[in-house]
């Protein structure tokens, strides 16, 4: 049986990896395809003295798993490269990340990467951002219903994700609240003002972050690369 979409970007991402590389590990199910053959090749050999930081609890307990050895940001705050996926990408490379909940950690572990790798199927290809996927916005659950109004301010409709009849919680113990914009015109200038919102931790634009975007389509693998 041959590779779905998600595989293929993976596997094209994987090829760079190195012995001796301090890795970044994503969250998500095209991430998780990155971790499971980083894992396999640390198996039979073709990789070796390999170390990882999971960017989610989800990731940590794959990784574990696949026998990937993992360490953290206090012993190595400088990573080799970090392959994560995303559920937006526009023309100029930047994203929206966090419908999987990590996005605190994944922006983190991404500033403190000297490549990031992002890897995705071509349906998270966009003209604009907003057009499929809500913005993620994690903020502290003290006083979370009083930001919803600022929120709007900005000309979305924000609704505070659950999990079940319980607000969703993230591994940093924040409640996190999905934006739906029409569009994004202006992604640097938006990701700053909402961070300014007191109680607002981070948000899932990922402005200037990306290295290289690996899009897997129907017609093969593509490469994009930052505006030069």
Excluded at 45 to 62: C, F, Q
Excluded at 107 to 115: D, G, L, N, P, T
Excluded at 138 to 151: A, N, S
Excluded at 164 to 173: H, I, L, N, R
Aim: charged share 25%; hydrophobic share 45%.
């Amino acid at each position: 049986m041959g590779m779905n979409l998600k595989q293929m970007a993976a596997a094209r991402a994987v090829e760079m990896v190195r012995s001796g590389m301090v890795l970044g590990l994503g969250t998500g199910s095209t991430a998780r395809y990155a971790v499971e053959m980083i894992g396999e090749r640390l198996r039979d050999g073709r990789l070796h003295d390999i170390v990882g930081v999971p960017t989610s609890t989800a990731t940590e307990k794959i990784a574990k798993e696949v026998g990937i050895p993992l360490t953290t940001l206090r012993e190595y705050p400088v990573i080799d490269l970090t392959i994560d996926g995303a559920d937006e990408v526009d023309p100029h490379l930047v994203l929206i990340k966090g419908l999987g909940g990590a996005l605190v950690r994944e922006k983190i572990v991404a500033r403190a990467s000297r490549q990031v790798v992002i890897i995705v199927d071509d349906s998270k290809v966009v003209q604009v951002l907003g057009s499929k996927a809500p913005l993620p916005v994690e903020v502290i659950p003290f006083g979370w219903g009083t930001y919803l109004h600022q929120l709007r301010s900005f000309g979305c409709e924000p609704v505070l994700r659950m999990s079940g009849a319980e607000p969703y919680v993230s591994d940093g113990g924040n409640y996190i609240v999905d934006c739906r914009f029409k569009r994004i015109e202006d992604p640097a200038k938006l990701e700053c003002a909402l961070n300014c919102i007191p109680g607002v931790v981070d948000n899932g634009l990922f402005v200037g972050l990306a290295s290289l975007v690996i899009v897997a389509s129907e017609a093969g693998i593509r490469e994009l690369r930052p505006d030069a």
